[in-house]
């Protein structure tokens, strides 16, 4: 057998074996080239015929290459065995695999950092706290005392131990305020809780706070920040308006509008004809507030301003029921992508 034989030989057994589909074809292909009468075993016999250089030779290839071709058969075996034992347990290793689906942010939270970068760029920290506050962060400090009819505005879950569901994200302005000394920019995120549940109210969501306490802050900047934060989440074309309101821990107190993003301020039945869209209720913080953290009132003065996520996702996004947001139906999330 000549050296190109020999070589051709190889190649077409190695092919064959490899292309075998199952074991019996496996086995007759180890008959074809191993077996007693196989090519192999053939050749090797004929090598008598030789002269004894050649035999030498050619003697020591065909052994290489029937070790290479028996180690070859025994791993094309098991492997078959595998697919073998795959199959009886009803695997098709020939399916293409399923792409692992990708998730996404939800809106909520996508709108929450929205808001949160905005506020960073302004040099605002953004903070976190508890959900379960006392009766004295929650109202008291904020110039809500027992008897205020403010509390009635808010109807709070209220715990055994006398401690309750936070109603709002103020309470993080005296937390906030407690642990730094001024002056002081933060923002704080975060889940609130009342006794209320229609379209429009949720029993849990999602405000952010925000307090701003420098010696000079005035109501301009207050008008400033919160315009110019309007125009970065609902485009530059976006107008505002501040209508006189209260609240027990501002003075004076706002409420800040937006012209409407459906209609353009021309009426709709979004902004109920009127125009504008309510997003966020400010105001000069009380004196009470700052005498309540012990904050020298004739040195410090600033702005707090609250907004609820869920009334800016959407109108945002342009969702007009907000039981949306908890429903977890992906049909509605996946849109978020
Ligand atoms: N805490 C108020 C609420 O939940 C919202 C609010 C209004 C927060 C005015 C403020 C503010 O910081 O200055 O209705």
Request: proline share 5%; net charge negative; with cysteine.
């Amino acid at each position: 057998m000549k050296p190109e034989e020999l070589e051709a030989l190889k190649e077409r057994a190695l092919k064959e074996l490899s292309s075998a589909k199952n074991l019996a074809d496996l086995e007759a292909l180890r008959v074809k080239y191993l077996g007693k009468k196989g090519e192999i075993t053939q050749a090797l016999k004929s090598l008598k015929d030789l002269p004894l250089e050649e035999k030498k030779t050619v003697g020591a290839k065909l052994n290489e290459l029937k070790e290479i071709l028996e180690e070859f058969y025994k791993e094309k075996k098991n492997s078959l065995l595998l697919e073998e034992e795959d199959r009886e347990e009803g695997i098709d290793l020939t399916l293409p695999g399923r792409k692992p689906e990708r998730g996404a942010l939800h809106p909520l939270t996508q709108t929450i950092e929205e808001i949160c970068e905005i506020f960073t760029r302004l040099g605002f920290e953004v903070v976190t706290g508890p959900e379960v506050e006392s009766d004295h962060y929650n109202f008291t400090a904020l110039n809500i005392p027992e008897w205020h009819p403010a509390r009635d505005m808010q109807a709070t879950f209220y715990l055994k131990n006398g401690a309750l569901l936070r109603t709002h994200t103020s309470p993080m302005q005296i937390r906030a305020m407690l642990e730094r000394t001024p002056p002081l920019r933060i923002i704080a995120p975060g889940k609130v809780y009342r006794c209320d549940a229609d379209v429009r109210h949720s029993p849990m969501f999602h405000q952010v706070e925000g307090l701003m306490i420098d010696d000079k802050t005035s109501f301009s900047d207050l008008k400033g920040i919160l315009s110019f934060f309007a125009r970065e989440i609902f485009g530059e074309k976006t107008k505002v308006r501040f209508r006189p309101s209260y609240f027990p821990f501002t003075e004076p107190s706002v409420e800040m509008d937006i012209s409407c993003v459906i209609c353009d301020g021309k009426g709709c039945r979004v902004c109920s004809q009127t125009g504008w869209l309510e997003i966020l209720g400010a105001g000069m913080v009380h004196p009470e507030v700052l005498k309540a953290v012990n904050y020298d009132i004739s040195k410090w003065q600033g702005f707090a301003f609250g907004l609820g996520v869920e009334r800016i996702a959407m109108i945002k996004f342009g969702i007009d029921d907000i039981r949306l947001f908890f429903d977890n139906h992906l049909n509605f999330l996946e849109s978020f992508k």
